[in-house]
């Protein structure tokens, strides 16, 4: 079981849910649910991105960083919270935009955070048996960060022409 997944399961158990319960807030089956915390697959962002509004701490799952106490709320699950209760009477348009960015990039730290944590393993000189398992993981996360940087800068770029 590699880390991730040991801290995945750790956190399920935390949140008194069973396999079929996470995988299904998730989006995915028991089984797929399984094999994220047996470390057989890596779990996607978009299956992160919905845990996390069930409470689980991405941040220790992803990097095995806990929240600095066990009553405050894990990073993705905070942002949700706050997005869902704001509304535009709260907060004029640039005080919204300064918190949305500010959230966006802690997210951002906290993801380079976790590439340099698979970048340090994969350079590690420890053999490894499925090469090829972690190759096809490694191809599913560079698809998955193309697509975000693409989707990103598309909405950057028109946000920043209809201000002008």
Known sequence: MNG???RLRQERKRLKLTQSA???IGGVEANAQGHYESGQRLPRADYLFKIAA???DINR???GVEASGRGEAPLFATMLA???TETEADLDSSESMVKIISQLRQSLWITANALCEVTRLVDSEEPR???DHVEDHLKVLQGDAD???ALALAKVQK???EAH
């Open 4 to 6: 991730i997944g040991k």
């Open 22 to 24: 996470l995988g299904a």
């Open 54 to 56: 069930a409470g689980v």
């Open 61 to 63: 799952v992803v990097t």
């Open 82 to 84: 706050d997005r869902e």
């Open 129 to 131: 048996s499925s090469a």
């Open 147 to 149: 697509m975000f940087a």
């Open 159 to 161: 946000a920043a022409h």
